[in-house]
Structures are given as C-alpha cells and as structure tokens.
C-alpha cells in the first residue's frame, strides 16, 4: 500500500511537471518510470488508475466524459492484459515443446543411426538432412556374415513427429528380422505386413531393399513404390534410372515384390535417394532430376563419403535455395 502511494505521489508531480513546461526529460522520466513498473508487474490498468487520481488531484475532479473514458481504457486493458497473459502461457508452451522435440530429435538419431561397415569393393558414403527437426528418412547398412552388404533407405509420405515415429517403427521391426537369410523381396514383404497393421491408414512407406554379394559382383534389390535411384556405367560414363516396381508399403496386406539383379562393374556407382532431393526448390520451381545428375556427375572423382556431402552442399548454396522435405543421399560406388 506504501509503494502505490508513493508511486501515485511521483506519477502525480511528473504530469503536474510537464504539463506545465513541456519538458521532454519528462518523458524520459517516465520512461523510466515505466520500466519499474513493468519490473514490479504492476499491470497497465493499474497504471490508468493512478493517472485518473493524479488527474483528479490536479483539477479537482473530471468531468463524466473524461471518466467514462478512462473507464473504457481500463477494462480495455485488463482485456489486453489477459490475453498478452495467455500469449505468454502459449509462447512458453511452445519454447518447452520445442526443446521436448529437441531431445526425441536427438534421441531418434541415436536410435536410427547405422554405422557404414568395410566391405571388400566398395566406398560408400551418405548423409540425411531432416526437414524439421524430426527425420522422415530413414537408411540402412548391414555387413552380413558371409561378407554380402545390404542397404535399405525409405520415406514416410509425410512429415514431423508421425512420419518420425513411423521410422522409428520400420527400425525396430528391421532389427527382428534375420537379414541374413531373407532375399531383398521378402524382407519387403515382411515390412509391408507390419506397416499394414501398425500405421495409420492415410500414410505409408516407400523403401528400397538391395543386396551386393562381392564374390559375384551381383546387386540384387527390390522397391516399395521408392523414388528411383540412378545406376552410373563408367565405361559408358552415362547414369540410368534404376528401374524397379512395387507397391509402397501399408496399401494391402498381402503386396508381393519383384526382385531385380545387376551385375556391377570397377568404377559403377549405385545412387540411393529420397524425394527430399527432387523435391528441392530452387526459387519457384523443382530441381530436376537431371540437374541432381549433373551435379552428381560433377563430383564423381571425389570419395563416396566426400561425395554426397558435397553434392548436398552444392544445392543448399545456391540462391533462393529451399529444402522441402528430407534428404537423403547414399552412393555406393565399387572400387579396385
């Protein structure tokens, strides 16, 4: 009660101050006076009803208009005042949602990541960028016993916390499987099953499921309805689709998948992608697929691992540059 007394005392002797000399360092006074009461949280219709008194007290009273009018300011301001309060609540809602995000972000990337094994033949390098902060993308390495290399990369058909979950899920039910004994087809047969019976019905999975076997040099694959990938021929120098069909997963129950086989050669390369890459926008518009060859091409020389960091670097500096979605890269390329 002291402190608003001595509050209205001062606030009283500064208006008096300057609406008798117009002095501006009456205003910065009451800057300052401003900054302590936001300090104290004395709230702004508080602040209205000690200029109504300060008022009263220099004159002698107001008139019923002018009172009416600070009437009308105050509740005018108590309204303000709770819905700043509420902004307040959500923007504080949002800062500890954000950094929940955060900690699942960073605990998925703990739990999806895969480590790229040495395998007699070949450099492999990759790199996935989410769009948000949860990943959408999801890759797969595996060095099977008899010394054969499996790699797997899938897409949810959609984006945030749900398609994150669903990769999370596509991982775990992976790591049931015994690759090892399971073709490229089978494995997304498998999968389909489990996305079929686990994931919501308006989203689904795309995946690309293949095998090297070093002792033949033979790629066995499969896809799920994945974008395709691109096959380079070094004594031909040119990149071709890697063409295969099947359903994307979760659509029904009993899908079948085609397995496909090539036969790689010192110098090819296998290149493995998400939408995330053609999706890019640069300005108003797609970067083609044959501008995502191009650039490929341009950096053929370099390691796998420099490779695909490279080509995603090239992208993202370009101006008017956006990425719409994941992006995952993965090249394979087989050495002497």
């Known amino acids: 009660m002291e402190n608003i007394k001595k509050d209205e005392h001062l ?8 609406l008798q000399s117009d002095d501006k360092n009456c205003l910065k006074s009451a800057e300052e006076m401003s900054k302590s009461f936001v300090a104290r949280k004395i709230f702004p219709e508080e ?13 002698g009273g107001i008139s019923d208009e002018h009172k009416y009018s600070l009437k009308f300011l105050h509740e005018s301001l108590v309204a303000y005042r709770r819905a700043y309060e509420r902004l307040e609540e959500i923007r504080i809602e949002q ?6 995000i955060q900690v699942a972000a960073n605990m998925q990337k703990t739990l999806l990541s895969t480590e790229v094994p040495e395998i007699e033949g070949l450099d492999i390098g990759s790199i996935s960028v989410p769009y948000h902060q949860m990943n959408g993308d999801y890759y797969h390495f595996l ?5 054969a290399f499996a790699v797997a990369i899938a897409d949810v058909i959609g984006k945030g916390v749900p398609a994150a979950m669903s990769m999370s899920m596509i991982k775990y039910a992976m790591d049931s499987f015994y690759e090892e004994a399971m ?8 999968l389909n099953r ?10 689904f999975i795309t995946m690309f499921y293949g095998q090297y076997f070093p002792e033949s040099s033979v790629f066995r694959f499969a896809s799920a309805g994945h974008e395709p990938g691109f096959l380079y021929r070094k004594k031909e120098g040119t990149f071709t689709e890697i063409e295969a069909k099947g359903l994307v997963l979760g659509v029904l129950k009993n899908s079948d998948y085609q397995q496909y086989e090539l036969t790689i050669e010192v110098g090819d390369m296998i290149v493995l992608l998400t939408d995330g890459v053609t999706e890019c926008r640069r300005g ?5 697929r044959e501008e995502v060859v191009e650039v490929i091409k341009q950096y053929n020389h370099l390691p796998a691992q420099k490779h695909v960091e490279q ?7 370009l101006e008017d540059f956006n990425l719409k979605d994941d992006f995952t890269l993965i090249i394979i390329k087989k050495i002497d």
Do not use: C, P, W
Not at 183 to 190: C, D, H
């Open 143 to 147: 060095k099977r016993e008899d010394g």
């Open 284 to 288: 108003g518009r797609f970067i083609s």
């Open 47 to 59: 602040i209205v009803r000690i200029h109504k008194n300060a008022v009263e007290k220099l004159y």
């Open 311 to 317: 080509v995603y670097k090239h992208f993202s500096q």
């Open 183 to 190: 073709s490229a087809r089978t494995i997304l047969r498998n």
């Open 194 to 203: 489990v996305v079929e019976r686990n994931v919501a019905s308006h989203m």
């Open 11 to 18: 606030y009283t002797n500064l208006l008096k101050q300057y």
């Open 95 to 100: 800062v500890e949602l954000k950094s929940e």
